[in-house]
């Protein structure tokens, strides 16, 4: 569904991302760790269209990206929630999910991401601004799942997030990818979380993936020293 030949991005004269090369299948979650500083938010950018590859080829469902905006590879089946989250404060939460819309022929929020988002549901007049952190992911979640995609992009989702909430992320990611056959690539610091949610695990590491193995044959003391300090 998603696959990535040779990636190369830089920053200027500064390479962050060293050709590196993956595939996420249909309805398969792939999970990249690594430490902060190794390249995973400049690969989820890239992937997305915010920031622009020097070499290598991005395709989605048989399609060439490279040549698309962000909102174009949007329309292609690509979504993005970022670190940090970056919902509307000023926006409602209904306002915030129908921004996700904006790609497809839909007015209104399919009533599916209120069943998977209950607290969305009874929030939904709320300004973005005024929910917790873990709302907001949920939030960002909400409104990227809009957008009807085939692969979604998660950048360290649960970044500052309880860990019931965490749990409740992981519930929602899994139902999803079994629901819809969805393919999810997410990035994250939180082993136990990547490897509640992962069929596939690979490591980032100043740029290049250096590991890579089934969940069922990961060993989680290798991957925790690439993670560790």
């Given at each position: 569904m998603l696959e990535v030949a040779d990636l190369h991005v830089a920053y200027g004269k500064s390479a962050v991302v060293h050709g590196i090369s993956f595939t996420v299948e249909p309805g398969e979650?792939?999970?990249?760790?690594?430490?902060?500083?190794?390249?995973k938010t400049t690969l989820m950018k890239s992937l997305i269209g915010m920031v622009p590859s020097r070499q290598g080829a991005i395709n989605l469902d048989g399609q060439s990206l490279a040549a698309l905006r962000s909102y174009e590879r949007v329309a292609a089946g690509l979504a993005y929630v970022p670190q940090g989250r970056a919902i509307?404060?000023?926006?409602?939460?209904?306002?915030?999910?129908?921004?996700?819309?904006?790609?497809?022929?839909?007015?209104?929020?399919?009533?599916?991401?209120?069943?998977?988002f209950p607290?969305?549901?009874?929030?939904?007049?709320?300004?973005?601004?005024?929910?917790?952190?873990?709302?907001?992911?949920?939030?960002a979640?909400?409104?990227?799942?809009?957008?009807?995609?085939?692969?979604?992009?998660?950048?360290?989702?649960?970044?500052?997030?309880?860990?019931?909430?965490?749990?409740?992320?992981?519930?929602?990611?899994?139902?999803?990818?079994?629901?819809?056959?969805?393919?999810?690539?997410?990035s994250e610091q939180v082993l136990s979380f990547a490897l509640d949610i992962a069929d596939r695990v690979l490591v980032i590491e100043n740029g290049e993936i250096v590991h890579q193995a089934p969940r069922a044959t990961v060993d989680e003391a290798s991957i925790a020293r690439y993670l560790s300090v």
């Open positions: 979650i792939v999970a990249i760790v690594g430490r902060n500083g190794m390249g509307f404060s000023a926006l409602t939460v209904k306002e915030n999910i129908e921004t996700g819309l904006s790609s497809t022929d839909k007015d209104e929020v399919p009533g599916e991401i209120y069943q998977l607290v969305l549901l009874d929030m939904r007049g709320r300004r973005g601004g005024n929910l917790s952190g873990g709302q907001q992911q949920q939030l979640i909400a409104r990227a799942l809009a957008s009807g995609p085939k692969v979604l992009l998660l950048d360290e989702p649960t970044e500052g997030i309880q860990p019931s909430v965490i749990k409740d992320i992981a519930r929602v990611l899994k139902s999803i990818r079994d629901r819809d056959g969805l393919s999810i690539l997410v």
